[in-house]
């Protein structure tokens, strides 16, 4: 029985061995508390200084899969920003985050947006001294962190662990991918073009995407800005412009409009100007329609920390 089991564990293994995108874990660890503590911190406006603009003004996780549906946000004082804001839902499998990868990780990522003048226009400072002001948050960080004055470490940390929490499994695709259902014929054809027309070569492993820094415009030359949030304005080296970490298309139906810039409105336009600047072809209609019916199985459940409330 033992053996077969192992056999069987082994089999599972080979085939998922063999597929460049694997599944979503159903569950991921994390701290509970310091998540609860990092969600009431992700939705109050109080790390802003207009007092408006939270983190889920622009990660808006309910409605919008974790982003604003904007073509770039605007922030702090309605400030225009120069990027479209990504999700962050699944953020924690990118290896790097921003469009330019410049955070390493979701705790370096939070000083980002706290202290950006078009985003909540803080110092960590104003933020440790408005927290510590309130009694509610002392006494919560106090039972998480065992510490009676508030550090922004810590602010950052909550955050991160919530965002950790951020997943959303059991997508169509990831259980198809788990030998658990069937994908209608057409999912299933757009699922084989992302894989032999190249796309997997960019969008692969858990977020199809979020794993490597790419060009846009391998093929045909794609427009550039100096204020487009690429590699370049971190390496100034020629090569990095339009050199972007790979967005996840993880419940891309539901993240639009697309690119780093918001120009691209339709998952249907995003697919054909990937296929034309970076695989150097134009696809038909019907091969559009596929891949678009395919994109739409990798929409997720939401996160079980939002559930029930
Ligand atoms: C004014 C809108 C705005 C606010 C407020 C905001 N963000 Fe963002 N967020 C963005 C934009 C735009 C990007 C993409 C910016 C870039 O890459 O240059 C982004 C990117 C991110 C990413 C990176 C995701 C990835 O895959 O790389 C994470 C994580 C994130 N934000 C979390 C937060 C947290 C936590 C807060 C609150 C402390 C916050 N954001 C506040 C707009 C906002
Ligand atoms: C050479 C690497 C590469 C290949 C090949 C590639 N992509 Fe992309 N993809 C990227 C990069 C880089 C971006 C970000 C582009 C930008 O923001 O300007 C992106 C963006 C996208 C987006 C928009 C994501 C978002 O959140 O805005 C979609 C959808 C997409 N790709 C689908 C595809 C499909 C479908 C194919 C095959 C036809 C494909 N890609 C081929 C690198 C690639």
Known sequence: MVLIIIIVLALINMVYSYEPVQPIPQRIEYDREKAELGKLLFFDPILAKDNRTSCAYCHDLYTKCGTDHKPVSNGFHDRKGKANALTVFNAVFNFRLFWNGRAKNLVEQIYGPVQN?????????????????????????????????????????????????????????????????????????????????GCISCHNGINLGGNSFQKVGVL??????????????????????????????????????????????????????????????????????????FLKTLRGELPEILKGN
């Not at 510490?147 to 259980?175: G, H, R, W, Y």
């Not at 336009?269 to 034309?276: E, G, K, S």
Request: net charge negative; hydrophobic share 35%; aromatic share 14%.
């Open 220 to 293: 045909h030359s794609y427009p550039w800005h100096e204020y487009y949030p690429d590699r370049y304005q971190i390496t100034r080296d020629e090569f990095d412009k339009n050199v972007f970490r790979v967005p996840s298309l993880r419940n891309i139906d539901c993240t639009y409009p697309y690119f780093h810039d918001g120009s691209i409105k339709t998952l249907e336009d995003a697919v054909q100007l990937m296929a034309y600047y970076n695989l150097g072809f134009k696809l038909s209609e019907e091969e559009i329609n596929k891949i678009v019916a």
């Open 117 to 197: 003048p078009v985003e909540m226009n803080m110092t960590t400072k104003e933020v440790e001294e408005r927290l510590n002001n309130i009694p509610f948050y002392r006494k919560m960080f106090k039972k998480v962190f065992g510490t009676n004055k508030i550090k922004f470490e810590q602010v950052a940390e909550a955050i991160a662990e919530f965002e950790k929490a951020l997943i959303t499994p059991n997508s169509k695709f990831d259980k198809f991918l788990r030998g658990e259902i069937q994908l209608s014929e057409e999912e299933l054809e757009g699922y084989k073009l992302f894989k032999k027309l």
